[in-house]
């Protein structure tokens, strides 16, 4: 018995909606990074693109745990002396939140080429509206 290893060309991919109001960042996070690589996927190859495309909607309503709102940072370092940036979660929140997601989504993603390739396939909106209804995206559930 051989064991199966799916093609690239054989892969059938889908396209989901997750809304992100009242979810808790992290659980959010592992889940998409699960669907963008195709772990729900009985054909699922680890050397191989098997994802599903996601889209998130209501990114600026999601939620984080304990003291995180007030103490949580994203650093940027731009190489240069004294070039340390440190955005606090409640700015990020305020100005960019689909930042928030993909940062987490991102650090979730393999490293390398592949994870590259697959992180693609992420689309997150601030608000509840998209303009992807003619792919007809299918509401995940969790």
Same mark, same amino acid.
């Given at each position: 018995?051989?064991? *199966? #290893?799916? %093609?690239?060309?054989?892969? &059938?991919?889908? $396209?989901?909606?997750?809304?992100?109001?009242?979810?808790?960042?992290?659980?959010?996070?592992?889940?998409?990074?699960?669907?963008? +690589?195709?772990?729900?996927?009985?054909? *699922?190859?680890? =050397?191989?693109?098997?994802?599903?495309?996601?889209?998130? #909607?209501?990114?600026?309503?999601?939620?984080?745990?304990?003291? @995180?709102?007030?103490? %949580?940072?994203?650093?940027?370092?731009?190489?240069?002396?004294?070039?340390? %940036?440190? #955005?606090? *979660?409640?700015?990020? !929140?305020? @100005? +960019?939140?689909?930042?928030?997601?993909?940062?987490?989504?991102?650090?979730?993603?393999?490293?390398? @080429?592949?994870? +590259?390739?697959?992180?693609?396939?992420?689309? #997150?909106?601030?608000?509840?509206?998209?303009? =992807? !209804?003619?792919? !007809?995206? &299918?509401? $995940?559930? *969790?």
């Amino acid at each position: 018995m051989r064991s *199966f #290893v799916a %093609k690239p060309h054989e892969v &059938e991919r889908k $396209w989901y909606v997750i809304d992100a109001e009242g979810k808790n960042l992290g659980r959010l996070s592992s889940e998409v990074a699960s669907i963008l +690589r195709g772990k729900k996927k009985p054909i *699922f190859t680890p =050397h191989v693109d098997c994802g599903d495309y996601v889209i998130i #909607v209501n990114a600026e309503k999601v939620e984080v745990t304990g003291n @995180k709102r007030d103490e %949580k940072t994203y650093d940027s370092y731009s190489g240069y002396p004294g070039g340390l %940036k440190k #955005v606090p *979660f409640k700015v990020m !929140q305020a @100005k +960019r939140p689909e930042e928030i997601i993909r940062h987490a989504v991102r650090g979730m993603m393999p490293k390398g @080429k592949l994870g +590259r390739e697959m992180y693609k396939k992420l689309r #997150v909106y601030a608000g509840p509206e998209h303009n =992807h !209804q003619a792919q !007809q995206p &299918e509401v $995940w559930n *969790f």
